[in-house]
Each structure stands twice: as C-alpha cells, then as structure tokens.
C-alpha cells in the first residue's frame, strides 16, 4: 500500500481521467493525499473511477469535458478550479490514438487525432494557466509519447500530434518558469491502457485500430527490454506523481520516457 503523502493539500486537475493512465493517475494522487477533479468526455468511464477510488471518493470531483470542444474546455476547467477552490497541478492525460496507411487516412481522421490530442492539450492548458499562477508549487504533466521521437508505422497522425506536445511543452517551460510553474512530459511506450489496448471507454481513450494487413515486422524494434511484456498504466503514474509533486521541484522543460527500454 503506498504511504506517501506527497499530495496532503494539493489541487489536481487529470483530463482523460475515465480510463488508462489517466484513471490510474488520479488514483495514485488520490493515495497520496491530494484532491482530484477528474475529467473526461465518457460519464460510465467517470463513474468507475469514482467506484475504484473507494474510501479516497470524498476527495474526488468529477467533470465530464470534451477538450476539442473550446466551450466544454472553458467550462469544465472554470467548474474543476471553482470545486477544488484554486489548482496546483494540471495532468492532460485525454488523447487518442488511431491507425491506418498514410495514403489512405482522411484529412478529417488525420485533423481529429491533431484536435483532441495537441489542440486539446493546448486549450486545457490556456484555461487553467490563471489558477495555476495562483497555484502552490504549480506543475504541468502533459502527455507526448515515444512516438514522438521513435518510428511506430501506421501512425503518423498521432507522432505528428505528440511531437507537437513534446514541442509545446518546451516552449511553455521557458515562458513560465519564472511564474512558478513547471512543465514537463512523459513518454509512455509498451504501456497497457484503454488507448492501446481499445478498452476505453470514449474516443479519447480508443484502441489503435491497425491495418489489417500490418507488417508486424515493423514493429520488431517496439518490444520492452524489460519485464514480460506491457507493463500497466500504473507504472506511468507514479512518474507523473514524482513529476508534478516536490520530488520533481526542480525538473522542468524535458520529458521523461517511461517504456521499458524499448528504445535505448
């Protein structure tokens, strides 16, 4: 059972909260102490988070929050700061993932990974930048993805997306560090979640749909060193916790790859 209690007092924000690692984030603040809003665009998804976080509920708000929608976005996040009485820590962890030859992919598929996942991020973080200057120990946990900076066929739409993550996260560092508040990203990689795995419960959170005639051979470079097989999405949200808590006081600007040496 873990004893930590590096969120006693702090206010969390976690977008994609209904499933995957956003789910297990919330839950990992949740037992450490913190209070939680969690959003997400699927109510069921939302409802079992409530129902897994048990005893820790009474310190967990829920919003449903569509981040493509700007209206949603401005809404939801106005409603979580309102619940929480201000914002310490903002984890976007709602994205998407999607799948398909490059010839064959839609300008409408390829614009609605790029909306939900960097868009989507972006307008998350314009909304709650105002309570977290406000914020005690202010931190930005956002998600890119080894995608980002590795090749992973068939998905072009979504490493176009994430890059653009990784990229922003980089700016916004410099811009407010003198502010307080710090940005940094993970790179999930070989995690088993509802993304990867298409138990999620929206379309933020749906399997990769590959092609049916994949190479497979493609992927012979994205198997982990370490362990056997995927790990869980726990693994990524305790370094989302030690990044957004006073253990990670002093790490802003970078990503931290969490993917079981699948890319030395």
């Known amino acids: 059972m873990n004893q930590l209690t590096r969120y006693a007092g702090r206010r969390a924000l976690i977008t994609g909260g209904g499933s995957g690692i956003g789910q297990a984030t919330v839950l990992r603040v949740l037992a450490e102490g913190g209070r939680v809003v969690a959003a997400d665009i699927s109510e069921d998804g939302?409802?079992?988070?409530?129902?897994?976080?048990?005893?820790?509920?009474d310190r967990l708000t829920t919003v449903v929050l569509d981040v493509a929608d700007e209206a949603s976005v401005r809404a939801g996040v106005a409603a979580a700061v309102e619940a929480l009485g201000g914002l310490d820590v903002l984890v976007n962890a709602a994205g998407v993932l999607r799948s398909s030859h490059t010839h064959e992919t839609s300008l409408d598929s390829f614009e609605q990974v790029v909306r939900i996942n960097l868009t989507g991020t972006f307008l998350v973080i314009r909304e709650a930048i105002p309570a977290l200057l406000e914020g005690n120990g202010s931190a930005v946990v956002n998600f890119s993805s080894t995608s980002a900076m590795f090749a992973h066929p068939y998905m072009a739409a979504y490493a176009a997306s994430k890059g653009g993550i990784q990229s922003m996260t980089h700016a916004l560092a410099a811009e407010y560090a003198k502010q307080g508040i710090r940005f940094t990203a993970v790179q999930p990689g070989s995690i088993s979640s509802g993304m990867t795995d298409g138990t999620g419960a929206s379309r933020q959170s749906v399997g990769p749909g590959l092609p049916e005639d994949t190479d497979w051979s493609l992927f012979a470079k994205l198997a982990p060193a370490l362990g056997q097989g995927f790990a869980g999405p726990e693994?990524?949200?305790?370094?989302?916790?030690?990044?957004?808590?006073e253990d990670g006081k002093f790490i802003t600007g970078t990503e931290v790859r969490v993917d079981g040496g699948t890319h030395f």
Do not use: E, N
Request: hydrophobic content about 60%.
């Open 46 to 57: 939302l409802k079992d988070t409530v129902a897994k976080a048990g005893d820790a509920a």
């Open 235 to 245: 693994t990524v949200a305790g370094v989302v916790a030690m990044l957004a808590s």
